[in-house]
């Protein structure tokens, strides 16, 4: 016998595909060796169970990322779509000093890298609305990094999160942690339609992320979602860059420090508001 949350087990983290060939080849080699134990013992019973799942399958062949649980300054769940479906996208951004070098890592592909280029340059035309020094590009440098380098990525979709991360960089104000979000951004902050979001809604959802930004353009796809979807995930649609910023960018709260003064340095003594 095998149950259901054992099957949800092999799913996860014994195949990475679209079809279900490599389900069907563990499934099959899990009834191999418990059936080499029932010739050995006719009265016993086996159950499998995520809990002595490995002792079949062996040790787990793919480990999901788990999404960061507390906000973080440049930190940013993203949304990507594969050929083996949806999958959670961290974008982390970083600033030092410098003059104005773009550094792009993780991968990323030359459409992902112009998503980059572009958020760069709203976030430089925009430094008066933002709070930013208009010289930034002349003192700082940019070090934008999607994690898991072996895996190519690519698409404009990642636009909004790209963009988010290096303004949460520059301003120094976190991200909510319990958000993802898709989107493609121009330069003047319009938020252009994507594809794959019903992947990448399945993919926020399995990595425990409830509340989802997605293109206004896109809101007619919600339509065809199944009830799981709409009843589990908060849909935000937006039109404009405007809009992404003031629901994922926490403020910081000062806190009085034990020397009577306000203190932003220490995580401890910050507080945020969503």
């Not at 080699?29 to 059936?35: D, G, M, S, T």
């Not at 013992?41 to 799942?53: A, R």
């Not at 079949?56 to 050929?83: C, D, F, M, N, S």
């Not at 902050?189 to 993919?203: S, V, W």
Request: net charge negative; glycine share 8%.
């Amino acid at each position: 016998e095998i149950t259901e949350d054992a099957l949800r087990e092999i799913i996860n983290k014994y195949t990475r595909e679209s079809g279900v060939r490599e389900i069907e080849r563990n499934i099959a080699k899990a009834c191999r060796k418990v059936a080499v134990e029932i010739v050995k013992n006719p009265d016993i019973k086996i159950v499998l169970t995520p809990e002595n799942i490995t002792d079949y399958l062996g040790v787990y062949k793919y480990v999901r990322q788990e999404a960061e649980k507390e906000p973080q300054i440049g930190l940013v769940h993203g949304l990507a779509w594969t050929e083996v479906g949806g999958e959670l996208l961290e974008i982390e951004a970083s600033i030092m000093p410098g003059n104005g070098k773009l550094n792009l890592t993780g991968r990323l592909g030359e459409i992902m890298k112009e998503s980059a280029q572009t958020a760069f340059s709203y976030a430089r035309s925009n430094y008066e609305k933002l709070g930013l020094a208009s010289n930034l590009q002349e003192k700082y440098d940019v070090h934008i990094h999607a994690p898991d380098g072996a895996t190519s990525k690519e698409g404009p979709s990642a636009g909004i999160a790209l963009t988010l991360a290096m303004i949460s960089a520059f301003t120094k104000r976190p991200v909510r942690s319990d958000i993802a979000m898709t989107g493609e951004i121009t330069l003047r902050g319009r938020i252009l339609p994507i594809g794959g979001l019903k992947e990448k809604c399945i993919a926020a959802l399995r990595s425990g992320i409830k509340n989802v930004i997605i293109p206004k353009a896109n809101e007619k796809d919600l339509e065809e979602f199944p009830d799981y979807l709409k009843d589990k995930i908060d849909f935000k649609a937006v039109e404009n860059f405007d809009e992404v910023l003031e629901y994922a960018l926490l403020e910081a709260i000062e806190t009085v420090s034990s020397n009577g003064k306000g203190d932003k340095s220490s995580k401890k003594e910050k507080e945020f508001k969503f």
